[in-house]
Every structure is written in structure tokens, then in C-alpha cells.
């Protein structure tokens, strides 16, 4: 099983860039830039919630679950 983050895909949709992201949150560039390349190990709520206010989104606009994939199925 996987956690994909798709913050790069919805910034891309949005034409916004780390920096739009970071004023617009407060968020630290670091912790936008790991989740903008899908580096991150765990997130705060307090962070998702900043960037689905200020993305107007949903979390499963941001998260991704993918689940592991069976042996022959």
C-alpha cells in the first residue's frame, strides 16, 4: 500500500508555484516542497487542512491511496 501525494498535479492545474503556496498558507517552503515532490513520510492535519482551505480542494483532491496489488488479481 502507498500514500501518493498529488499536491504538484492540483498546483499545476491551479498555475501556482511553491512560492504562491507559501505566502498563501504560511507553510514552511520545505514542507511544501517535500509534499510538491512526493517525498514525505507523515503530514500534519494542521498543514492538509491549510492547503485544502487555501487550494479550495478536498483532502482526496491532495491524497491518494493505492493499495498493494494482490498476486494474480
Not at 501518493?4 to 511544501?32: A, E, P, Y
Request: aromatic share 6%; with cysteine.
Amino acid at each position: 500500500m502507498a500514500i501518493k501525494c498529488k499536491l504538484s498535479t492540483i498546483m499545476g492545474t491551479k498555475r501556482l508555484n511553491i512560492q504562491d503556496v507559501f505566502i498563501g498558507t504560511g507553510l514552511s517552503r520545505r514542507t511544501i516542497s517535500e509534499l510538491y515532490h512526493d517525498k514525505v513520510t507523515r503530514v500534519d492535519y494542521g498543514t492538509l487542512n491549510k492547503l485544502c482551505e487555501f487550494l479550495e480542494c478536498e483532502l482526496v483532491d491532495i491524497m491518494e491511496y493505492i493499495p498493494d496489488k494482490k498476486d494474480g488479481k
